[in-house]
């Protein structure tokens, strides 16, 4: 089943402060085009230079993820990159008067809530999803980070962290699917250790921190000078820990922190610049190892680019025309009748099936011993799927017979044995005139093309 891109139904303001730099920041979402991307545009600087969310643009992974293009940087986007790929979202521009994504509450719950109060509208460009076509696999030995990618036919992740301390113990979170992202994942809060705060204070690291946009747990005694610090850091008459948390922030998930590292895997994959099926199984990340696994993922994309080309149809969908309705447009074609079913079927389209098996006629000699399905016989299958389309123009096909006109440009790719289903579609090239057709053809098996060819057909009514 098609899938199209969506935007926003409007724009979308916000106003907050960023994490590490503590500069304010006005942030608007705004709606663009299909085939957009989601871009990142830096309106307070000279000529207001625009950066893509993408791989390419990574600068740096300390504490967030973060993009530069000629000098021109953006950080902490991760948050917000997850709450679009959570929602849906393809195509957006980021408008953003400061380097920094505001933190809001730390999480992507603010984002989401902006997105669903002004709706998704979905534009007329069909969603083209990353070709994962084998296991991707990324181990880091030294922070004992594996991060892995299976084929499948919808985007879910797990993810499990382990810090080896007591107030913070092993967990696990999973996304079974992106529409339940909004509500079991967008709320997950970023957190950190006491001795990170510390450290992160004395460094002036994170200028915008507080405890409403953070947890942070407790892995040792606070001691009173650090106390008095940390109070007059967050501005906040006392600082105690309570069940290993300070100030006793309440958990909004009693696996929270799983949730906002796999929250944090959805945003940096974001930065795949195509949205992707696949199993993602991801143990203790971090947005440096997600980076790199992106990276792999990348690789793997530029190295498949081919497959974006390749439609992909379920086979085994119920037939818009079964084949009791072919042998009634093609009646004279049996026994040599070479196509199943139609699976879609529109005024310049047509897509029909063939399970190839071993019992087929022709196998017998060509080639005794290794059986190949004639490459004539693949064309007049091609011939057969169109002759349904130049049929569905006349209200009583039964009563007319297609004729092989022209066969053009035609190339045979790949090898078709039994065990194949072969995948034909039909386009096109011109509109019908006097039952005369021209159509461009293509077989597909799998992620391959068997054979391509331009054909001319016209159909007669019968004399009968």
Do not use: W
């Not at 400061?98 to 509450?105: A, R």
């Not at 991060?147 to 499948?152: D, E, G, L, R, T």
């Not at 922030?249 to 795949?272: I, M, S, Y």
């Not at 049996?334 to 071993?358: A, H, N, Q, R, S």
């Amino acid at each position: 089943m098609k899938e199209f891109q969506q935007t926003i139904k409007d724009s979308i303001h916000f106003e907050g402060i960023g994490l590490h730099t503590g500069g304010p920041v006005k942030l608007s979402i705004e709606p663009a085009p299909t085939n957009h991307g989601i871009k990142v545009q830096r309106i307070d600087l000279e000529d207001q230079p625009i950066i893509k969310a993408d791989i390419v643009n990574i600068s740096s992974t300390e504490r967030s993820t973060n993009l530069e293009k000629n000098g021109a940087k953006v950080y902490t986007v991760e948050h917000l990159l997850a709450a679009l790929t959570g929602m849906g979202v393809d195509n957006v521009l980021i408008k953003l008067d400061n380097d920094e994504i505001p933190i809001l509450d730390g999480s992507s719950q603010e984002f989401v809530s902006g997105i669903q109060k002004v709706g998704i509208e979905k534009q007329n460009a069909e969603r083209v999803y990353f070709p994962l076509n084998e296991v991707i696999r990324f181990y880091d030995k030294e922070k004992d980070v594996e991060m892995v990618a299976i084929p499948s036919d919808r985007y879910e992740i797990s993810t499990a962290i382990d810090f080896n301390t007591t107030v913070l113990s092993t967990q696990h979170a999973h996304l079974d699917c992106l529409s339940d992202f909004a509500e079991e994942i967008a709320p997950a809060r970023t957190f950190c250790f006491l001795h990170e705060v510390t450290a992160l204070v004395e460094n002036d690291l994170i200028k915008g921190g507080n405890l409403t946009n953070a947890v942070v747990f407790a892995d040792r005694a606070l001691e009173e000078s650090e106390q008095t610090k940390l109070a007059e850091f967050f501005s906040i008459p006392d600082i105690q820990v309570e069940e290993g948390i300070l100030n006793n922030v309440k958990l909004r998930f009693n696996n929270e922190p799983a949730r906002h590292k796999l929250l944090d895997v959805v945003g940096d994959l974001t930065l795949l610049g195509m949205p992707i099926r696949a199993k993602i199984f991801a143990t203790r990340p971090g947005h440096s190892t997600n980076i790199e696994f992106v990276k792999l993922l990348k690789k793997h994309i530029n190295e498949n680019k081919h497959l974006l080309k390749i439609p992909q149809y379920d086979v085994f969908q119920e037939a818009v025309v079964d084949i009791k309705g072919i042998l009634k447009s093609l009646p004279h074609k049996y026994p040599f009748l070479l196509v199943d079913k139609i699976i879609e079927l529109t005024e310049d389209k047509v897509v029909g099936i063939k399970m190839v098996t071993m019992n087929e006629p022709f196998f017998q000699g060509h080639f005794p011993g290794d059986p190949v399905m004639p490459g004539v016989l693949q064309l007049e299958a091609m011939a057969q799927t169109g002759g349904i389309l130049v049929l569905s123009t006349v209200d009583d096909p039964e009563n007319y017979i297609t004729y092989l006109l022209k066969i053009d440009e035609v190339k045979f790719r790949n090898i078709v044995r039994p065990g194949d289903v072969l995948v034909f579609e039909l386009n096109l090239v011109s509109p019908v005139r006097r039952g005369i057709c021209q159509m461009r053809g293509h077989a597909y098996v799998g992620n391959k093309i068997a054979t391509e060819a331009i054909i001319t057909a016209q159909i007669l009514k019968t004399k009968n």
